[in-house]
């Protein structure tokens, strides 16, 4: 089986974007990433982030949004942005009560497209 199928799908997927993208922009630090953006791009973002954790984890979804290092080049994220990122993901994952061996799976995959996002 899958992880997507063991995350529960689009629908389970779609509900963490729903709650983890919140948390991140509400984020003191992290908000500044999403301070300009209108609510068409926002819906966008979202839509992506479903794609490509759908499409990453073993669903029939096809991620047509570009490449990790280039949708986050010259944001500057930090160590200290990806910290609090991950605290809010786990913040997330704890609410939906996902089981420990899959919320490490998650953990362990996100861990692996850090040097693509994390900037200095």
């Known amino acids: 089986m899958t992880l997507y ?3 529960g799908g689009y629908d ?3 509900a963490v974007a729903d709650n ?4 991140l922009q509400a984020d003191p630090q992290l908000g500044r990433f999403w ?3 209108g609510d068409d791009g926002l819906k966008r973002e979202k839509q992506l982030l479903v794609d490509f954790l ?3 984890s073993g669903g029939p979804m096809y991620y ?5 290092m280039t949708s986050h080049q010259g944001m500057k994220i930090s160590e200290n942005d990806w910290s609090s990122f991950l605290a809010h993901l786990n913040a997330t994952l704890e609410f939906f009560q996902l089981p420990q061996n899959e919320r490490d799976e998650v953990i362990a995959f996100i861990q692996t497209t850090k040097l693509d996002i994390v900037e200095s």
């Open 12 to 14: 389970a997927i779609s």
């Open 54 to 56: 759908c499409a990453s």
């Open 64 to 68: 047509t949004g570009r490449n990790m």
């Open 5 to 7: 199928e063991r995350l």
């Open 20 to 23: 983890l993208l919140p948390r």
């Open 35 to 37: 301070q300009y953006r």
